[in-house]
Antibody, heavy 115, light 110 residues
Framework: EVQLVESGGRLVQPGGSLRLSCAASGFTLSVYDMHWVRQAAGKGLEWVSTIGSAGDTYYAASASRFTISREDAKNSLFLQMNNLRAGDTAVYYC??????????WGQGTTVTVSS | QSALTQPASVSGSPGQSITISCTGT?????????VSWYQQHPGKAPKFMIYEVSNRPSGVSDRFYGSKSGNTASLTISGLREEDEADYYC??????????FGGGTRLTVL
C-alpha cells in the first residue's frame, strides 16, 4: 500500500527549531517530486516547499527559515524549521506529486509554536 | 504569491449540480495545465480529485468534472450527494516555480 506517515510535530517555543519527518512506504520517494503543505486551524491549505526528484528545492516566501531534504536510504522526506513563530502553528502534511497534482497525502503532524 | 480566489461557500440540494470557481492570474492558472482540486472532510487529510485541469485519478467518481477558461478554473459536481459535503481547494503551479492554493470553498448539501 502506498502510504506517507508524518512525525515530529510538537509544542515548541517561539524561536525554537523542529525537524519534521515523512516516511514513505509502497513506493520509492526519490523518483517523485515531494511537497510539504500546512494548514492552520480553521484555515485553508498553504503550500510550503517542494523537493524535485533531481534534488532541486523550492519554498514559499513564508518558508525562508525552512529547509526541505530527503534521505533516500530511509525513503523519507524532512522539513527542518528554524526560528519558529506563532504563525507557523499548523498541521503539516507531506504529499507526493503526480503530474502536477498531489496524489498521496499523509495524515499530518501538528506543530504548535507557543510560550 | 496571493492565494487563488474561490467562493467561500456554495450549496446545493441532493441530485443538483454545483460549480466552484478558482480565479488566478496569467502567471498561474492561466499559464499552466497544472491545476488540481482537493476534497477535504473535517479532521481528514485532503483527497486528490482532479489533476491537469480535468483529469480524474482512478477511483474518483465521474460526477466530478474539471475545466479551465483563461485565468479561471472550475470544478463541477453533478448529482450531489450528502457525502460530497466538504471543503474543496484548487491548486496551481506558478511561473515562480512555486505552488499556490485557493482559499477553499465549503460545500453544503442542503
Amino acid at each position: 500500500e502506498v502510504q506517507l506517515v508524518e512525525s515530529g510535530g510538537r509544542l515548541v517555543q517561539p524561536g525554537g527549531s523542529l525537524r519534521l519527518s515523512c516516511a514513505a512506504s509502497g513506493f520509492t520517494l526519490s523518483v517523485y517530486d515531494m511537497h510539504w503543505v500546512r494548514q492552520a486551524a480553521g484555515k485553508g491549505l498553504e503550500w510550503v516547499s517542494t523537493i524535485g526528484s533531481a534534488g532541486d528545492t523550492y519554498y514559499a516566501a513564508s518558508a525562508s527559515r525552512f529547509t526541505i531534504s530527503r534521505e533516500d536510504a530511509k525513503n523519507s522526506l524532512f522539513l527542518q524549521m528554524n526560528n519558529l513563530r506563532a504563525g507557523d502553528t499548523a498541521v503539516y502534511y507531506c504529499a507526493r506529486d503526480r503530474e502536477g497534482g498531489m496524489d498521496v497525502w499523509g495524515q499530518g503532524t501538528t506543530v504548535t509554536v507557543s510560550s | 504569491q496571493s492565494a487563488l480566489t474561490q467562493p467561500a461557500s456554495v450549496s446545493g440540494s441532493p441530485g443538483q449540480s454545483i460549480t466552484i470557481s478558482c480565479t488566478g492570474t496569467s502567471s498561474d492558472v492561466g499559464a499552466y495545465k497544472y491545476v488540481s482540486w482537493y476534497q477535504q472532510h473535517p479532521g481528514k487529510a485532503p483527497k486528490f480529485m482532479i489533476y491537469e485541469v480535468s483529469n480524474r485519478p482512478s477511483g474518483v467518481s465521474d460526477r466530478f468534472y474539471g475545466s479551465k477558461s483563461g485565468n479561471t478554473a472550475s470544478l463541477t459536481i453533478s448529482g450531489l450527494r450528502e457525502e460530497d459535503e466538504a471543503d474543496y481547494y484548487c491548486c496551481s503551479y506558478t511561473s515562480s516555480n512555486t505552488w499556490v492554493f485557493g482559499g477553499g470553498t465549503r460545500l453544503t448539501v442542503l
